[in-house]
């Protein structure tokens, strides 16, 4: 089959590989889209710590079931379906909860195990959505990114009676904002990109300019409250650290944002005790697909509208312009050329 391969940093080429086999418990999927995602670009740059190489990257993943593993059974053969990437033991405390998102033993496709910039990948057949028919494949690429805003959503219990404040408008803070609109909540994003501003605000948020006196924009816009809901998805120190700043006393902040291993991040401990704020993490999301699909198939999710396609043998150009501007694509999907 064929894929793009990541053999080291920087070194992505497309070349054929072995067609995978689906073990027991397996499913083996033709994929028809797979979305880049800022860990794929952290794979082709050396900066993600959980992969090894050679390593076919991508856990964005819409396409159709080819064949089951010996003794497995799901969607019939031919189904359209997306890969909910994130594989848990079962057995620690995290999957006993629950939350295999957060298993202590995760292995998670496209980073521990090969990935969707192929023409076939495996995956656990329970870990299949099905694709409602009136989404497309590029659309359903979306499932992932749009589940992990579902996820921060739910984690900070958003209604439509709340004000929402997104910090950061990539792609995951662009996730969140749709999904705080589709919820009914009046949702700010700001970010220190014009151009990322402006497109969060065609999705539904008020933009508030980021940078510096961000808090007294925010403090201004509410009348010295501060905000009901924080969300954080820059994965920057000082940025979370500033949530307590912007937060409403009572409020809620959910940090989605990823730090390096050993950054700390400090809140100031009366205004955390005085305000009694309730600060959750928000990790990747846990079957939150189903309703991901469902927001997709609503048109409530415009996302898709300001991504870009490709074929997958654009790879490793793509790839390149990515390295060299993190900022130069919204978003970009790659596209079966069958």
């Known amino acids: 089959m064929r894929a793009a391969i990541f053999d080291e940093p920087f070194s992505l080429r497309i070349a054929e590989a072995p067609k995978p086999v689906p073990g027991q418990g397996e499913v083996l999927v033709r994929v028809r889209a797979a979305g880049l995602c800022a860990g794929d670009l952290y794979i082709y740059t050396g900066k993600n710590p959980y992969v090894t ?36 033991c079962g057995r620690c405390y995290p999957c006993r909860l629950g939350k295999r998102n957060c298993c202590a ?3 998670i496709v496209g980073v521990h195990r090969e990935g969707g910039f192929a023409d076939f990948v495996t995956a656990p057949a329970q870990n299949l959505n099905v694709v409602p028919d009136n989404i497309t494949d590029f659309e359903a690429a979306f499932a992932e990114p749009v589940a992990i805003g579902v996820q921060g959503c739910r984690r900070g219990v958003v209604t439509a009676e709340d004000t929402v404040l997104v ?27 014009p151009d990322r501003l402006s497109t969060a605000a065609d999705l539904g948020a008020i933009p ?13 816009i509410t009348k010295g409250e501060g905000m009901p809901v924080v969300m954080e998805a820059t994965g920057v120190a ?36 005085r305000k009694e704020v309730t600060i959750l993490g928000s990790r990747a999301s846990v079957d ?13 999710i415009h996302y898709p509208k300001i991504a870009s396609s490709f074929a997958l043998s654009e790879a490793p150009a793509v790839f390149q312009k990515l390295a060299d501007n993190p900022m130069a694509l919204h978003k970009a999907v790659f596209l079966s050329e069958d």
């Open 53 to 88: 190489y050679p390593r076919i990257g991508c856990h964005e993943i819409a396409g159709v079931v080819e064949a089951y593993g010996p003794g497995t059974s799901g969607p019939a053969i031919g189904t359209r379906v997306v890969v909910d990437p994130f594989v848990g």
């Open 105 to 107: 033993n995760l292995t």
């Open 167 to 193: 910090l950061g408008a990539g792609p995951i803070g662009l996730a969140i904002v749709e999904v705080a609109c589709a919820l009914g909540a009046k949702v700010y994003a700001t970010d220190i990109s």
């Open 208 to 220: 508030i300019a980021g940078g510096v006196g961000l808090v007294e924009r925010v403090l201004e």
């Open 238 to 273: 000082p940025v979370m650290e500033q949530t307590i700043e912007l937060v409403a006393a009572g409020g809620r902040i959910v940090i989605l944002g990823l730090l390096k291993k050993g950054v700390g991040v400090t809140f100031p401990g009366l205004d955390f005790t």
């Open 288 to 300: 939150c697909f189903p309703e991901a699909l469902e927001l997709l198939a609503s048109g409530k």
